[in-house]
């Protein structure tokens, strides 16, 4: 990442990862759909080049800009988000994004639709312990990775 990039921070939650971004010189959209949290976020990061948006992820308009993604979504929004973010007209760049780790070997092994690997790399990055989660889920995570292809 380089100092002045454009990341999307969604699901901040309390800002764990925004914080780490905005020290790397991140600018961040942190999206975040709990009103309580979002209000947190927004007075933790007062002053830093920090957007939140109380939204839901699904329903997102994307920046017209190239940017990158960081993500720990509900799994449930996993596929929905995916679609999104590897739309024909996205500006998305990279991202990291913690899923169920099924979903994100089925990513990496390049199943699916031929149309966003004509645009992008997958892999598999770190696995994501249960128990690094509060409640862990019943499933492992893992982290995709996405790289656009160099033009």
Known sequence: MRPGELV????AGEGALTGHLVDAGA???????????????RERFAGAPVTVVCADAVDLRLPRRPFRVVANPPYHISSALLRTLLARHSKLAAADIVLQRAVVRRYAEG?????????????????????????????????????????
Do not use: C, M, N
């Not at 600018?27 to 976020?41: N, Y």
């Open 8 to 11: 999307l921070d969604i699901g």
């Open 27 to 41: 600018r961040v959209i942190a999206v975040e759909l709990h009103p309580g949290r979002s209000a947190r976020l």
């Open 111 to 151: 199943r699916g639709s031929d149309r966003w690997r004509r645009g992008y790399d997958a892999r598999q990055g770190l696995t994501v312990p249960r128990k690094a989660f509060h409640p862990p889920p019943r499933v492992d995570s893992a982290v995709l990775v996405l790289r656009r292809h160099s033009p």
